[in-house]
């Protein structure tokens, strides 16, 4: 296990059903394979909500994103050593996940690939998918990681908690990040506001990192059902941002083409 406690920063072993460090501090592994490392959890919703994972599991299953999931998969591939590990952070209900640790497992006979994410019901989700990733509840600004533990780290449409990934990265391992392009989802946008408007790209430059990649990934792809939309607007932060009235342009279509529009970058830890 490359998990971490939480509690005092000590290395994990696993007994049993049970992940425990020098110290005592134990974490039960929960029916759903993963361990909760989400100190002071008072209960309620962190991350993605039900609704929102159980869409975005129905819109990635009907293969619409799977140009992005092949090409970093690839990359993951190229990247990390055969006997090398990948983390996943932030990795939602595991989409990417699963299909990077496939594409490592099916070529190399092997893989060692760890992921977290916020969202206990996007974690429960990576571990009906893949019973071989290492799974946590965790946030991306507290990872549960030592220093320089692993050779790749992959930030797929997540919050980038620069300093950490920085750190547990190995000295010249590589972080993989996929976010929106300008042009992504614009003609859901353009259904749902008057004005729509394009996604801002920041500075690409990160502290502690060489660029070597910045590649687009753009196409068109048809949604042909009501429910295919409506999977597609839940699983955005549009469905929560929207208006009724707004939403209900969307509930309105019977069809809807749309635009995938990627970037994806490569780094260098330096």
Known sequence: MHFT??????????EEKRA?????????????????????NTGGVHGD??????????????????PLARWLGGLA??????????????????????????????????SDVSAFDISK?????????????????????HMPVSDGEFDTVINTFSPLALEETRRVLKSGGHFIMAIPGEMHLFDLK??????????????TALEGFELIIDEPLTYKF???TPEAINNLFMMTPYAYRTKPSDRAKVGALSSLECTADFRVFVYKKL
């Open 190 to 203: 353009a259904v749902i506001y008057d004005t729509p408007y394009k996604n801002q790209v920041q500075d």
């Open 20 to 40: 425990v460090c020098k110290n005592g501090h134990s974490f039960d592994r929960a029916r759903g394979g993963y361990y909760n490392f989400l100190l002071g």
């Open 77 to 110: 591939l190229e990247l990390t050593p055969k006997d090398g590990c990948l983390l996943d952070a932030g990795a939602g209900e595991g989409y990417y996940t699963d299909f990077i640790e496939r594409t490592l497992y099916e070529n190399n006979g092997i």
């Open 222 to 224: 048809n949604l042909d």
């Open 121 to 141: 019901d996007a974690v429960r989700e990576i571990g009906k998918k893949n019973s071989r990733i290492s799974l946590a509840v965790a946030g991306s600004y």
């Open 49 to 66: 909500n039900k609704e929102m994972v159980l869409a975005r599991r129905a819109f990635l299953g009907g293969g619409y994103y799977a």
């Open 5 to 14: 406690c939480p509690n005092c920063k000590e290395k994990l072993n696993i």
